[in-house]
């Protein structure tokens, strides 16, 4: 059965939750007490004879084909609809949307990458941009003359 | 150019180019010595990152919303629209 998750919402998880979610899609527990300000998942099958998500009307289980499935709810950070906010973009992605100089690469003791942006002139000062950040943005850096 | 980067000179011989191409890597290397490379695709891990953050509850930075956003952008097709499994 081919699934898909339909992400409405930007979502908050407790660890705990986190833990089951990621050991079963389906049959999550969820907290009468934590029903509110809730965003959810919705779980939908994909085939020739549904083409749109499936949206349960209750917050129980439900029956897919032969497959007990239920959804999880969660609390949301964001709006009460918990969607993300519009962003206004240019048409093309023709140019950078954000200013290349202010991201940084950060290599964690465990080989984690992540890159962060430096929202203020005081940062870029205090952390300057190195060869690798600006070789991996694409930044006219690498080329040595042999 | 590399702002520290050696002139590095042009290469007389197998052993030289090597040098030149360790010189190089140098200045691609971590502080813990290895090689960070970059991986994407806009239906491969794209996906799997969305839906991480959404189960884990991790937000994106505006800045990495739009920059994933141009990301997008600029791996559709120029006719259909589509995006491929790996850009």
Redesign the interface.
């Given at each position: 059965m081919n699934l898909q998750v339909a992400f409405l919402s930007r979502l908050y998880a407790n660890a705990t939750t986190v833990g089951l979610f990621s050991r079963r899609l389906a049959l999550i527990p969820v907290s009468s007490d934590s029903m509110q300000n809730l965003g959810k998942i919705y779980v939908s099958r994909i085939g020739p004879e549904s083409g749109r998500p499936f949206i349960p009307s209750s917050s129980s289980k439900f029956k897919n084909g032969s497959r007990w499935m239920s959804y999880i709810t969660l609390p949301s950070l964001s709006s009460p609809s918990g969607m993300w906010s519009p962003l206004e973009v240019p048409l093309t992605g023709e140019k950078p949307f954000t200013d290349y100089s202010r991201w940084r690469l950060v290599v964690n003791d465990g080989g984690r990458h992540t890159w962060e942006y430096l929202r203020t002139d005081n940062e870029v000062k205090h952390w300057p941009q190195t060869d690798l950040d600006k070789f991996w943005l694409g930044l006219k850096t690498v080329c040595i003359q042999l | 150019?590399?702002?520290?980067?050696p002139?590095?000179?042009?290469?007389k011989d197998a052993l030289e180019a090597a040098r030149?191409g360790y010189r190089?890597y140098k200045?691609?290397?971590?502080?813990?010595g290895?090689w960070?490379g970059?991986y994407g695709g806009p239906m491969f891990l794209i996906p799997g990152l969305?839906?991480g953050?959404?189960?884990?509850?991790m937000?994106f930075?505006?800045?990495?919303?739009?920059?994933m956003?141009?990301?997008?952008?600029?791996r559709a097709h120029p006719e259909d629209g589509g995006w491929g499994m790996y850009g």
């Amino acid at each position: 059965m081919n699934l898909q998750v339909a992400f409405l919402s930007r979502l908050y998880a407790n660890a705990t939750t986190v833990g089951l979610f990621s050991r079963r899609l389906a049959l999550i527990p969820v907290s009468s007490d934590s029903m509110q300000n809730l965003g959810k998942i919705y779980v939908s099958r994909i085939g020739p004879e549904s083409g749109r998500p499936f949206i349960p009307s209750s917050s129980s289980k439900f029956k897919n084909g032969s497959r007990w499935m239920s959804y999880i709810t969660l609390p949301s950070l964001s709006s009460p609809s918990g969607m993300w906010s519009p962003l206004e973009v240019p048409l093309t992605g023709e140019k950078p949307f954000t200013d290349y100089s202010r991201w940084r690469l950060v290599v964690n003791d465990g080989g984690r990458h992540t890159w962060e942006y430096l929202r203020t002139d005081n940062e870029v000062k205090h952390w300057p941009q190195t060869d690798l950040d600006k070789f991996w943005l694409g930044l006219k850096t690498v080329c040595i003359q042999l | 150019m590399l702002q520290d980067a050696p002139e590095l000179p042009k290469p007389k011989d197998a052993l030289e180019a090597a040098r030149n191409g360790y010189r190089f890597y140098k200045h691609l290397q971590a502080h813990d010595g290895h090689w960070p490379g970059e991986y994407g695709g806009p239906m491969f891990l794209i996906p799997g990152l969305v839906i991480g953050s959404y189960v884990t509850g991790m937000t994106f930075k505006t800045e990495e919303r739009l920059e994933m956003i141009r990301y997008l952008f600029n791996r559709a097709h120029p006719e259909d629209g589509g995006w491929g499994m790996y850009g």
